[in-house]
């Protein structure tokens, strides 16, 4: 085959000869102007040499002017190989390489009429899909198999073998001796697994005080654990000194410039510190918390930090807002300096402190808030109440402005998520005159099973203008879940208006068949407004049928010019199923404030008063138990639904203390509570109890509430 496939080239060639000898060109030389012409004519040209051009070697044609004797000489460029077709000369295989051949026919080939040689990459297997020859079990591997279609090769694979396991559960709780250990059950076989984690909690006792604590010398809690009593650990019991015990020495002061600030500003305080005592001080830290968010935002360097006796020193703080400040009107900073005597200090001793200088931010001065932005959800979930994995959430923006001149460059900017921070230009407005609306209805956001996981999306659009340094924005809460994991019910009613805030009365009810334990409660705000997780019940668990009773404030700012009623506000729950795990949730339940509210008339009131008296007569001491009577009684002339008593002392856990579904006219409830003095009441010089009443109203049909605080004078 090799033979013949060369003798077809070489007739090729051949052939590609002749035609080129018959069609070879035979053009002439300008004829110029010939100085032996008699009349000033031009050459007269006679060819007397010629050389064909070839595939790499030139061509060359040499004339004579037949009067003058004056020669040219006239060059052709070498052609280049003329390659004929490529022909196979070997097919390739599944695992093996081929092999093609091609020929230059050009008729004047100088190189012989080359022959030019290149590979056929192998083809690779053409598989079949796989075939389970032998199916896996438990504890016994499978196989699988799958064949060429070109060349009969087969492959075989093994398939793991794999129980089918269920949930772990809890087996053996942990503590601090023993670890806590799962097992879980195979589905199929009914083979265990087990698994230990890690150790569990100590059970630490009341403590004891191993070193008092003096005026300028901190003393020493030690706790013994129940478990294992050689597990200890200890605790600084702060020095008596200051009014919240601790050894003050310092002073600090705090100012700005400022009145008003917007969201992500920065503010830079000037902080002052004196040493109030006789001795040196090393300054040791100087911070300032937010106690509202219990988040440590500064912590500044003071340099050389000796301070002598009297010296003062300054520096500068900068504390970045939030966007959480701006949502509350206001941002509470706590700043507090801490130092110690360089030649007495040891690990419990003579820490000295600054009072805490507390400072407030105002971000109530909202006139400048001009360049409005305003989302709404244009789409339905399909089953009515929550969105699931897949279903496509859609928006509308408006972007407005209402300063009295003309914004440039609007950025409109959508974040997929308003808890990430990935942000992307929607569009550029050139221009956007005074009063100008444009709206925007192309974003969309599909469900993604963390939406559900979570259980809620927040769509989230942002305009900033060239002229304007802070960007507004809106956000929309979804709510978002698995339709078989419904199993709460979430109902929301305005229960009283006080000052600026309204109070909201919430109920959750397990309408599951099991006990669930509540992980959270939320309530959104359309628009401008505040995003507030309200969970004061996080943790509780709820039998089949039972109700959970919260109540959230909702702060109002009179002074907000872009406040427009009713203002909407969207809450839901989520919870957890006690045995199996599972997430529940509550669709979304939605209401609005209107813009006039009625102030409950207050049916029910609360008194708390002591009902004991200290031994010595003036003060109670370490170890003397306070009692108080708790009374709330229902002064209307009807009865009043949903009573619910909390009990929140000034130590201690906060918790409903009576609770019952109808007060007649007239009722009363009786409650005793009781509190063992501590030293740290000594160290306070009281201890206050505080209870607070919330009620049903079935003549206004909103939530009313009370409240009342008794102090007790301690001491030594």
Known sequence: MKRRLLYMLLFTAAIALILGLTMTAKAVPPAGSCPASANGGGHEWQRRSSTEASCTTPGETLWICRNCKTRYKETTPAMGHTWSAWYTMREPTCTTSGEEVRQCTYYNCDQGHPLETRTIPPLGHSWSEWRTTREATCTVSGQKERNC??????????????????????????????????????RVCGAFDYWEKDYGDHDWD?????????????????????????????????????????????????ADGRKYYNANETVTFDCRITNLTDAPVWIERLKAVDPEYDVTTLSAPFGDSLLQPYESRSTTIKYITTQSDWYSNRAILTFEARGYDPKTFSEYDDYIWSDRHQYVLSFNNRSDLNLIVELTETSVPANGEFYTE??????????????????????????????????????????????????????????????????????????????????????????????????????????????????????????????????????????????????PNDGK????????????????????????????????????????????????????????????????????????????????????????????????????????????????KQEYIIKQDTLAAGGKLTYTAEHTVTNEDVQTGSFSDNANVYWYSPISANNGADAERVYSPCGK
């Not at 093994?158 to 949930?167: D, L, M, N, T, V």
């Not at 029910?604 to 200290?614: C, G, R």
């Open 541 to 652: 668990f709820l039998a089949p049928g039972d109700k959970c009773v919260y109540f959230t404030n909702y702060r109002i700012d009179p002074e907000d010019p872009d406040i427009r009623y009713p203002i909407p506000l969207t809450f839901y729950a989520k919870g957890v199923m006690k045995d199996t795990f599972e997430t529940v949730y509550s669709p979304a339940y939605r209401m609005e404030l209107a813009e006039k509210r009625v102030e409950v008339f207050n049916e029910i009131t609360i008194s708390v008063s002591e009902a004991s008296t200290p031994a010595n007569g003036k003060w109670y001491t370490e170890g003397e138990k306070i009692l108080y009577e708790i009374t709330v009684a229902n002064i209307s002339d009807y009865a009043v639904n949903d009573i619910a008593v909390l009990e929140m002392p000034m130590y201690g």
């Open 390 to 535: 897949g279903e496509v959430i859609a928006y509308h923006a408006d972007i407005t402005n209402r300063y009295s001149y003309s914004l440039h460059n609007v950025e409109v900017k959508f974040r997929p998520n308003a808890k990430s921070d990935d942000e992307y230009i929607a569009d550029i407005i050139d221009l956007l005159d005074t009063y100008e609306t444009r709206g925007y209805s192309g974003f969309e956001h599909t469900v993604e099973k963390a939406d559900c996981e979570r259980g809620y999306y927040i769509g989230y659009v942002r305009a900033q203008s060239k002229e304007e340094t802070d960007g507004f924005y809106a956000s929309v809460f979804s709510v978002c879940g698995d339709p078989p994991a419904k199993g709460l019910k979430i109902e929301a009613f305005e229960a009283n208006f006080i000052e600026d805030n309204v109070i909201i009365r919430c109920e959750v009810t397990n309408l599951t068949s099991g006990e669930v334990m509540l992980e959270s409660g939320w309530y959104y705000t359309a628009g401008l407004r505040q995003v507030s997780k309200a969970d």
């Open 206 to 254: 009341e403590g004891t005080v191993t070193k008092q604590p003096t005026a300028y010398e901190a003393g020493v809690m030690t706790y013994t654990c129940n478990i294992e009593p050689t597990h200890t650990k200890t605790e600084r019991i702060p020095p008596t000194g200051g009014s919240e015990g601790f050894a003050l020495g310092l002073e600090i002061s705090v």
């Open 149 to 186: 279609s070109r060349c009969g090769k087969v492959e075989t694979q093994s398939i793991p073998a794999a129980h089918f396991w269920g949930k772990w559960q809890v087996d053996t709780e942990g503590t601090c001796m023993t670890k806590e250990r799962l097992t879980r059950k195979c």
